[in-house]
């Protein structure tokens, strides 16, 4: 079985200033999956994962170096527009991040910025993707109060939804389950699996069942290298490296 | 000494220190009301001075007073903002900006007679200004710059990062996120500046002695016509031992706009953390 490739990158180093905290990683990141980072904490798969929508620029002193290609055009090159970039990747962070404002207003918040200005149509959106981050149900009848009073989980799906609002085609999703509840975790895998049918995400996580549970493909990182990448079903019963044996069956990290 | 007579001693004098504290603000605010309540009435409020001050009420003073600070509101605000928002978003910490920072740090430290001497020299005279409402503004808005820039930078810097990364994950750009993220999200910390700005300038005497004019009671008709504040009506009213009477009337006026304008940015700022928590 052959997949189209949405996201590759080629040698890909970045710097913090003198330190060199990811070295030469080449991954082909498959079209409608989900692929899951795994690593120890400092490895390099949160560093990574923001190479990829150029979340790295916001941080003073980094640098990279190599390719990210998106669709086969590189994101690093000469004049590419960076919104643009963040539009069509998306990202979702560790803690919960929604704005203070209203919930009805965090979903809108990216289609105004990107132009948006019809009522009607801002109303479809928001209904559209608060259903697709199956939230919809929990907030229809307070889509005026503030997004600050939802529960971690709620406000998790919140930002997924915000981001589902400016129609990405890639999730990038920091830690997006460290933050919550088992029960509201259990929420967010199944969350994921619905939007593997139209998305193609990236996922960086510290737990092991998740990443099994919920991924097709895994990368094992390890002090900013890429030890190993395969299918998730590989990597887990059969890791043709050693260190990734020791992470996985728990003898370090 | 043990712990619990420790601990209860500090309360006792911390509670002290907080008596005395109010203690002396009603002590000031009691004393001038209960000599000026009397004399403050509607017609006060909406009659012309006469005589000096002697008689009659203060209308074109709180009309001097109204126009001088909304005006150097009108200059400063923006600048404030606009300087702050460089400072919290943009600077990148160099030579240049600690020079920033140190010019506003000391800008806040001068003495306001000094504001007024130098509002009189470079807007009255050499700007050729004379004492008007534009040149007792302009005065008005270099004094209370600073804090507004500082009060509005310390409320950016406060905007968590994840709100700035959150609003540019999504595609906006910078200047986005600074309109739509940042600023409403700082909101309260600009307009409490502000309103402590004005609170400043509705106060303020010296400065506006100087630059705005002292003798002028009619009803000034365009910028460049001296007005009266009511700090200066206050100060020439008992300086002059014109009439104390009008004099405390005056006073509570003044002090019942800024406690006015003091409760109103408290309450402002409950009612927003109120709406966000909800």
Redesign the interface.
Known sequence: MTLAIKIATKNLSVYYRQLQALKYISMSIPEHSITALIGPSGCGKSTFLRTL?R?ND?I?GSRVEGEVLLDGQNIYSHGVDV?????RV??V?Q?P?P???SIYDNVA??P???GLKRRGVLDEIVERSLRAAALWDEVKDRLE??A??LSGGQQQRL?IA??LA?RPEVFLMDEPASALDPISSGKLEDLLFELRRDYTIVIVTHNMQQAARVSQYCGFFLSGEMVEFNQTKTVFTNPRDKRTEDYITGRFG | MSPRTEERLVKVVLWAVAAVVITILLSIVVHVMVRGIPSVNLTFLTEMPRRMGKEGGISTVLAGTLYVVTLSLFFATPIGVAAAVYLAEYA?ESRLVSAIRFSIESLAGIPSIIFGLFGFVFFVLYLRMGWSIISGALTLALMILPTIVRTTEESLKAV?S??K?????????RL?TIF??AI??ALPGILTGILLGTGRAVGETAAVLLTAGSSALSLPRTIKDPARTLAVHLFILSHEGISMEKAYATATVLIVSILALNSLTTSLLTRFRQ????
């Open positions: 929508n979340m916001v003073e919104s643009e970039i963040r539009k998306a990202m962070f803690k991040n704005f203070p404002m918040y990216g105004r910025i990107h109060k503030s600050l009073g930002v915000r981001a400016v | 990148r968590p994840s709100y990364e959150g609003s540019l994950a999504l595609g906006a750009t986005q739509k993220m409403p999200s709406r966000l928590m909800q």
